[in-house]
């Protein structure tokens, strides 16, 4: 009796999520925040996704399973978030990984020998050291472009090209890359066209709608938002495309464990409201620095006169937290003095948690890079990148005020 009632119950509960899972994709961004890819535990009510801390999963018979055989392959938490983050992306899968850069070498690795990527010059540095020092020995080909210039990426596609990979916002100067027109071309040439999307985050910018095949996340940065995290998601539409990266998480095992992706979940909850006041946070600070006698160059693309505006406010809702700035005439010596001088803006890598943080993009995020290819993409010594947090925008202007009068 009881085994039956339980059943009815699991029966009754797979069928109300059902219909919720239909109507969830006409629901808006904040309600799929918070309700994407979840639903009450069927066996307590639990409105939290349980971390189900397992590595394995009982079988009834060899090979007759639940659709759970080895947490590598898949885990009850990992795929909530993963529904999740697709809906977000308003894709139809979304795989989880280990790190934004596990994610990342996932895609790479639908390369063989002798296929060539067109990409960015202004990439995470980290992209930047993974394709040159680990993918090129294996005899991939990545040539680095100007990407503002549409020229420059069709100049470098030839058949052997099998990728573009895509940055927007750029990572540290924030230029923007046109996603639509660079998919026009991709789709011409029959080339894959990925976007590294962590920046502006899937509340901002969904690079799908744009005609991307792939959409990866470094998942540490504004997804998870509390900077507790370390992980990546890729999403896309396209079946096999789907089924060929899963089975290199599967097989590569760079997957994400069930405690990181209960985190997550909890952390998007909030992501609307978060990156709505990093972007009201973001234009505040932007506008302090546009007026302050030692800042030289700014980089945010809120600004109707940084070279992307039109672009960025046609692809982006907003235009996020995310700020570089050069101040006049600094040497290496007073930027370390100003970078050291904040009260509430912590020094540190990374980006896109509640706190606010300050970044030597020359020291820090970007050392990888060789200095003559820095300086050209414009990471010079004097600058400066800002995460925005969502702290309350007085206490970080009040800071910004006090660190420049310092040095
Ligand atoms: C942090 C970051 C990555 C790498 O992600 P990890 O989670 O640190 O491995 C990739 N791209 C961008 C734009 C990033 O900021």
């Known amino acids: 009796m009881v085994k039956i009632s339980t059943h009815i119950n699991q029966e009754l509960c797979n069928f109300v999520f059902e219909i919720f899972m239909k109507e969830a994709t006409n629901y808006q961004f904040g309600t799929r925040a918070i309700h994407a890819g979840q639903e009450p535990d069927p066996t307590t009510g639990a409105v939290m996704t349980p971390i189900y801390q ?9 090979g007759v399973n639940k659709g759970y055989g080895y947490a590598r392959g898949k885990n009850p938490t990992r795929v ?3 529904k999740c983050i697709a809906s977000l992306e308003g894709a139809k899968h979304g795989i989880c990984f280990s790190s934004g850069m596990g994610s990342m070498d996932a895609v790479i690795k639908l390369l063989r020998p002798g296929d ?3 990409t960015g010059d202004d990439l995470y540095g980290g992209a930047y050291r993974m394709f040159t020092k680990i993918f090129e020995p294996y005899g991939i080909k990545f040539h680095f472009v100007n990407m503002g210039n549409l020229s420059n ?3 470098k596609i030839n058949e052997k090209t099998k990728l573009i990979w895509l940055e927007t916002p750029t990572n540290p100067t924030m230029q923007i890359v046109d996603i639509a027109a660079i998919s026009v071309i991709a789709k011409s040439k029959n080339v894959l066209l990925a976007v590294d999307n962590t920046f502006a985050s899937p509340y901002l910018q969904n690079p799908l709608k744009l005609g991307a095949d792939i959409v990866m996340h ?3 940065k504004y997804l998870g938002g509390h900077s507790d995290v370390v992980m990546g998601a890729l999403v896309m539409n396209d079946d096999q495309l789907h089924e060929r990266l ?4 599967n097989s590569c095992g760079a997957n994400p464990g069930p405690m990181d992706s209960f985190l997550v979940l909890r952390g998007i909850k909030t992501l609307h409201l978060r990156m709505e006041r990093h972007c009201q946070n973001g234009r505040k600070i932007a506008e302090f620095l546009k007026q302050h006698s030692a800042v030289e160059k700014i980089y945010w693309p809120g600004f109707e006169d940084h070279p992307n505006h039109t672009v960025a406010k046609k692809q982006m ?3 996020g937290g995310m700020i570089s700035f050069t101040t006049k005439n600094a040497s290496k010596e007073t930027t370390f003095r100003l970078a050291s001088s904040f009260k509430v803006f912590s020094l540190a890598e990374s980006l896109g948690g509640v706190e606010s943080l300050v970044n030597h993009p020359a020291t820090m995020t970007h050392a990888s890079i060789p200095s003559a290819e820095r300086e050209k993409a414009g990471v010079v010594d004097s600058l400066l990148r800002l995460s925005v947090g969502v702290e309350d925008a007085d206490d970080l202007l009040a800071d910004l005020a006090q ?3 310092a040095v």
């Open 218 to 220: 470094s998942v540490t």
């Open 80 to 82: 909530a978030l993963e």
């Open 153 to 155: 990426v069709s100049a």
């Open 403 to 405: 660190a420049l009068n």
């Open 246 to 249: 899963y089975f290199i998480l």
């Open 54 to 62: 397992t590595s394995t999963y009982v079988q009834e018979a060899p």
């Open 116 to 118: 060539e990527v067109v």
């Open 317 to 319: 809702k907003d235009f």
